[in-house]
């Protein structure tokens, strides 16, 4: 038996006006999603406990059956996971975005316009954040750098003493009432303020400037955390596994449990990711010894936070057509008996821009067992109305393994 989780991170939404009152889902055409639902277990999970805040940190964690409220440490660790860079117990780490910020000479007057720079290439980025380690790494501090706009930041010997806000929680507003809090207040915002005079003139800013795209005008820090302890997913479920997804925050959980974590040349974390190289690799590790792969794509996610209503659907049709179609194609051929979970791991409704904890739709499907439900298709109000409600995100790979 073969399992796959399809993950579209923040899939699920609110009714929205822009779609004549229904939720991208609900107008999305994806017929292979809700195939699988006629002829699965449809419902709703709660994925955020109340404790913790809804993050992909958090959520994420809690699909792969890692319960957060014992297993969350923060998300920057796990992104140095995934980037490598190795942890001491007095580390504390941070997430570093490269932003676009209104123009205004008052750091504090200024307005979050982007929260990725207009989605900055991983190229780009890469010089930016070369330039910021040139100006700010000391002893104790170290910049390193990441995938598109999302980088890292290492504090040596640091208390967790912080307030910081993630940045695409504030697209749009001022950030006078965002700025840093705790005990390094000053010199987090100081890092902040300093790299405007530093990215202002930069020649990657002057370039995109040029071809009509957002600069990084500014970092954000935020995310900040300690060195996680995950267990082993193999010696918890008994499969061999692998992550394959575009970013580092979700392959750094698959580093510290242990699962395999190949890399996929051209993926990028946005509605244009390689969706031909992603589902590739999930063969790929299909026939090289996983049972178990969980598969992420952060499009809907990012369109969520924009905003952008069209390029939601888009993104959860292109997951439908180009991931699922040819993963169920793949699976055909393997003739092996195989099971599928899809489903989001929070909202992040178009309206309100950023994550709720609101419970989520899923579909579990299972080629030995297979429903009979002609009426059902994948969306909020239909897996809700099927009264089948999972108290905790983490017993869903569990159910997916045929042990509850």
């Not at 990028?268 to 299909?286: C, H, R, S």
């Not at 026939?287 to 924009?306: A, I, M, R, T």
Request: with cysteine; charged share 25%; hydrophobic share 35%.
């Amino acid at each position: 038996m073969k399992y796959l989780v399809l993950l579209g991170d923040g899939m699920a939404d609110y009714k929205n006006d822009a779609l004549g009152g229904k939720t991208p889902l609900d107008v999305a055409n994806k017929p292979y999603i809700d195939s699988l639902a006629k002829k699965g277990i449809m419902g709703t999970v709660k994925t955020v406990p109340d404790s913790l805040k809804p993050g992909s940190d958090v959520a994420n964690l809690s699909v792969m059956g890692y319960n957060p409220e014992k297993y969350y440490t923060g998300r920057s660790p796990l992104e140095a996971a995934s980037m490598g860079v190795k942890l001491l117990p007095t580390d504390i780490t941070f997430r570093c975005n490269l932003v676009t910020l209104s123009s205004e000479a008052v750091y504090e007057d200024k307005t979050m316009l982007d929260y990725s720079a207009g989605e900055i290439t991983t190229a780009e980025s890469a010089e930016i954040i070369k330039s910021i380690a040139t100006a700010f790494n000391t002893n104790e501090i170290e910049f390193h750098s990441g995938i598109s706009y999302r980088h890292l930041m290492v504090w040596h010997g640091a208390e967790m003493d912080f307030d910081l806000t993630p940045p695409h929680d504030i697209s749009g507003k001022k950030v006078a009432e965002h700025m840093p809090g705790g005990k390094y207040a000053d010199i987090i915002g100081g890092l902040m303020k300093k790299s405007v005079e530093i990215l202002k003139d930069h020649p990657i800013n002057k370039s995109r400037i040029e071809r009509g795209l957002n600069p990084a005008t500014s970092i954000w820090i935020w995310g900040e955390g300690t060195a996680p302890a995950i267990d082993s997913f193999y010696e918890k479920n008994g499969v061999r596994g692998s992550v394959v997804s575009a970013v580092d925050l979700v392959k750094g959980i698959g580093v510290c449990g242990g699962l395999n974590v190949p890399e996929v040349e051209g993926v990028t974390g946005t509605l244009n990711t390689n969706y031909e190289g992603k589902v590739e690799a999930v063969i790929n590790e299909f026939k090289n010894g996983s049972d178990f792969v969980y598969l992420h794509f952060e499009g809907p996610d990012e369109c969520g936070h924009q905003g952008d209503v069209k390029g939601k659907v888009t993104a959860i049709e292109r997951i439908d057509k180009l991931a699922l179609k040819p993963i169920l194609e793949a699976f055909k051929k393997m003739g092996e008996d195989y099971a599928i979970l899809i489903m989001p791991d929070h909202p992040t409704p178009l309206s309100v821009r950023t994550h709720t904890r609101d419970a989520v739709p899923f579909v579990l499907y299972r080629s030995t067992d297979e429903k009979n439900n002609p009426d059902y298709v994948y969306t909020e109000e239909r897996a809700e109305a099927t009264g089948v409600k999972v108290a905790h995100g983490y017993e869903l790979i569990s159910m997916l393994l045929g042990k509850k």
